[in-house]
């Protein structure tokens, strides 16, 4: 098919105004009656045939005003159902459809996990229930009417609001009908039908109306799901609090299932969640487990206002309700935790993910403009530089001025599908601004590179910051424009104190930020009576790559005195990771380098600073990773030598601070009974850093110690942790403690997921045997997407030695898992895929064999349009 374009966008044709719809559910014979209300959109084309999409769908029969349609009237493809000459008026339309949930192995449309029956539509899977206009710019009121056997699916769930149910008589069926009011686009319809427990219970809102809450989960596991309860509940009443968005229906139901594509989908009133988002105890589930469920249970529950009550006009709108709601998200969790904890996190999380999608051959917009396959654009691009993307209109606008402009954005677009053109007007108009050159976030596509440099002048006691804007060409944009930067800085005077920032013109740098605007822009600020340094980019105020001429001794500074907690964690990273690019050179050069004395000092003094968040020490201690390493290396990249090079920091800090590591691994033992909250998880959290560390010197004193941390583990947190330590740093521990663990959680698939990402990761030459060999354990199951991806995605997105293995095995094997894996669930091979997406800044050698498993899988016929998708544009 051809690429879908923004610039081609078309109101649709028809509209539908209700959807009336009586599933008879069967295991593979699952019968489909819809009942459309549609007429001709007065902005759409006059005269025009309707066209539904469809897609593996058994037409049973067709009905225009309760007549049946003769076969000449309309024609039916693979992807299409079309009324030729439809009269020109409202009509209805009865479509009937059977699907096979059963042999739905793309989990798209109506499948079957563990025998419950679930639904997933986004983005295009409606079509695979029944044929209809398949775009997120048609919105209908939806009545659902469930029927299933009692004994299998007792029960049956569907948006809105639960209108009747009862037993069909004479039968062995039941039936449920839910109403949903609210209009909605097709993608966020569902229905689950199973045998299910759930968990009750309920909330009030700032109105006063009662909202009935439901977490289902699979027989026996609702101890499980009590965090996700809580985590729900919070999120309701920290939305009303921070956004003023309150619940809108009688129920909030959340439904977890085993096997799903997605992390969890925010149907209207029905989430459905993939379990390992949802179920937690501490037995099962690590501190990071927690925030992720507490993370994304409140991500969906905010599109309920973010995507559902104003959703996208078209797909290309995606960022509108993703970069949204995970800013949303993030700033939930900031608020419950440690707030720079959780910046710190997050743009770890943007730089691992989303910073090598925008160097390499995938790189699009925050909003693309031509898709081929729209699955494969649920990116870390669109959702986390989407995200960054929102932060900065707050930094620029600051607290008040955002919230104006997202109160506009709820009143004024409240029941619409609406465009990155319209939201960002909200806040233009709210603060009567022009958002012109911001825009060009949405539309250009890479990293802006920033160069800094400042010069002081004793005698005018002035101070001058030079700031140099550029943007590297990406896939088909060459030129570029300079971008709006939101600059966050400080001036930090010799006693760490900050100097004010008091431009030559007398201004006041407005909250501290910079607004660079232009290629090259200088400020100068007066006042400043001694040689500061400047701590730049604060809070990662803009998601750019910095350059400073700061020399190290600065960097020390900061990283000891900076009153910025990211900046204060960045400056001990920028020092690692200076040396860590001399030291892989050199590695591969057959020499080594010494490791700078001022990290060490660094780290040193973090962990001797008792006023610190635990939390935030144990980010600050982490080495930056080997994937790090290699973004900044960027082109000719040799895994092998990254590797060796940070292995030999790892060991000369664990030397360097052993004493230190084990005193504050000692303080920080548990007290009392395992609790989530982000306090005892900091703890767990900074004594597991130490750890690590102490682990990585390979002395049989730390690695003892990391025995004992396992055998005495009484959560899974540190459980887990000690067994990857043991993993990774102890080859002769490294088999009974694997064997304890997988004994003592065979029966627990998502705990048998840490399981087998862990080995996935061992760098060393036998992981690939292994993981070849896990996938003939009984464990395993390649129709599972959460078991692929521990498996499978976890060695080429995690291991990056033996993915990128000299002799070419390691790409291979992922070819292969692709090629296979593509013929069930293509939007699952498409995401695999994609860990080749820095393959051309490999060195010439692996970027051969790189190159040969991506051509591979291209050549394989039949190949999915999700993943000759990512191949074509990877080979580009
Ligand atoms: N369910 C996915 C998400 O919330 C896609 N909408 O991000
Ligand atoms: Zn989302």
Request: charged share 25%.
């Amino acid at each position: 098919p051809p690429p879908v374009r923004l610039g081609d966008y078309r109101p649709p044709d028809w509209l539908v105004d209700t959807v009336h719809l009586d599933v008879q559910l069967h295991p593979t014979a699952a019968r489909i009656r819809a009942r459309l209300a549609l007429r001709p959109n007065p902005e759409g084309r006059e005269g025009s045939p309707i066209v539904l999409d469809g897609d593996e769908l058994s037409l049973k029969s067709l009905t225009l005003d309760g007549v049946p349609l003769a076969g000449t009237a309309y024609v039916v493809t693979a992807t299409a159902l079309t009324l030729l000459a439809p009269p020109q008026r409202a009509l209805t339309l009865e479509i009937e459809t059977v699907v096979n949930p059963s042999a739905n192995t793309k989990l798209m449309g109506l499948y079957r996990s563990s025998g419950t029956y679930c639904t997933q539509c986004e983005a295009e899977g409606f079509r695979r229930i029944t044929y209809f206009p398949d775009r997120p710019d048609v919105l209908a009121v939806y009545t659902t009417r469930i029927e299933a056997e009692r004994e299998e699916a007792p029960i049956l769930l569907g948006n809105g609001n639960p209108v009747e149910s009862g037993p069909v008589e004479g039968t062995s069926r039941h039936y449920a009908v839910w109403h949903d009011p609210w209009p909605k686009p097709c993608y966020l319809f569902a229905l689950v039908g199973g045998r299910l427990d759930r968990i009750a219970d309920d909330f009030v809102t700032a109105t006063g109306k009662k909202v009935e809450l439901g977490i289902y989960v699979e027989p026996g596991k609702t101890e499980r799901a009590g965090y996700a309860m809580d985590a729900l509940k919070r999120s309701m009443r920290w939305d009303e609090e921070v956004f003023g968005c309150e619940y809108d229906l009688d129920v909030f139901n959340i439904v977890a299932v085993a096997d799903f594509n997605m992390g969890a989908m925010e149907n209207k009133g029905l989430n459905i969640f993939n379990d390992k988002y949802v179920l937690a105890s501490p037995q099962t589930a690590t501190d990071a487990d927690y925030a992720n469920i507490e993370t994304i249970i409140a991500h969906e529950y905010f599109h309920n206002w973010t995507g559902n009550r104003i959703t996208c006009r078209d797909w290309f709108q995606l960022c509108l309700k993703e970069g949204l709601t995970v800013f949303r998200d993030q700033e939930f969790s900031a608020d419950a935790r440690s707030r720079p904890v959780k910046r710190i996190s997050d743009v770890r999380l943007l730089k691992s993910h989303q910073f090598p999608e925008d160097a390499g051959p995938l790189a699009h917009p925050v909003r693309p403009s031509t898709y081929r396959e729209i699955n494969n654009f649920y990116t870390a691009t669109v959702y986390e530089k989407g995200a960054e993307v929102v932060r900065m209109l707050k930094t620029l606008l600051g607290e008040e001025g955002f919230r104006a402009g997202m109160d506009l954005y709820l009143d004024r677009h409240d029941g619409d599908a609406a465009t990155v053109e319209e939201f960002l007007a909200c806040f233009a108009d709210a603060n009567g601004v022009d958002l012109t050159q911001f825009a060009l976030w949405y539309a250009q596509s890479g990293t802006p590179q920033l160069a800094v440099s400042g010069t002081w002048d004793a005698a005018t006691h002035r101070y001058r910051l030079d700031v140099a804007q550029s943007l590297p060409a990406t896939p088909g944009q060459d030129q570029k424009q300079p971008m709006v930067i939101p600059l966050a800085i400080g001036l930090v005077g010799p006693d760490g104190r900050d100097l004010p920032l008091t431009l030559d013109d007398g201004s006041n740098a407005e909250r501290g930020v910079l607004r660079i605007t232009e290629p090259r822009q200088s400020f100068v600020f007066r006042d400043i009576a001694e040689r500061p340094v400047p701590s730049l980019n604060r809070g990662f105020s803009a998601p750019v790559k910095l350059s400073s001429d700061l020399s190290t001794a600065d960097l020390l500074f900061l990283a000891r005195h900076d009153s910025d907690p990211f900046n204060r964690f960045d400056a001990a990273q920028t020092i690692a990771l200076g040396h860590l690019v001399a030291a892989s050179a050199a590695a591969r050069a057959g020499s080594d380098v010494p490791v700078p004395d001022a990290l060490v000092e660094a780290l040193g003094a973090t962990l001797a600073d008792g006023a610190l968040d635990p939390a935030f020490v144990a980010q600050a201690l982490s080495i930056p990773s080997e994937a790090d390493v290699a973004r900044e290396i960027g082109v000719d990249v040799d895994p092998d030598a990254i590797h060796l090079a940070r292995t030999r920091l790892r060991r000369a800090v664990s030397a360097a601070l052993a004493p230190q590591l084990a005193a504050t691994y000692d303080r920080h033992a548990p007290a009392g009974t395992y609790s989530p909250d982000a306090a005892s998880a900091g703890r767990r959290a900074l004594r597991n850093s130490c750890l690590d560390l102490l682990a990585a010197g390979g002395t049989p004193d730390a690695l003892a110690r990391a025995q004992v941390h396992f055998d005495t583990a009484d959560n899974m947190t540190d459980r887990f942790f000690a067994l990857a330590v043991l993993a990774h740093a102890a080859p002769q521990a490294r088999e009974p403690a694997l064997a304890a663990f997988h004994e003592r959680f065979r029966d627990d698939p998502l705990v048998v997921d840490k399981w087998l990402a862990l080995q996935a990761q061992i760098a060393e030459p036998e992981a690939l045997e292994r993981v070849r060999g896990l996938t003939r354990h009984p464990a395993f199951a390649w129709t599972n997407p959460n078991r692929v991806r521990a498996l499978i995605g976890s060695f080429a997105g995690l291991n990056p030695t033996q993915f990128h293995r000299a002799d070419g095995a390691g790409h291979a094997l992922l070819a292969d898992a692709v090629i296979d894996i593509d013929g069930r669930n293509p939007q699952l091979a498409a995401r695999l895929l994609a860990a080749f997406k820095s393959w051309r800044s490999l060195e010439p050698g692996r970027r051969a064999s790189a190159e040969a498993a991506l051509r591979r899988v291209a050549a394989k016929p039949g190949l999915s349009p999700d993943a000759s998708d990512i191949v074509g544009r990877s080979l580009e």
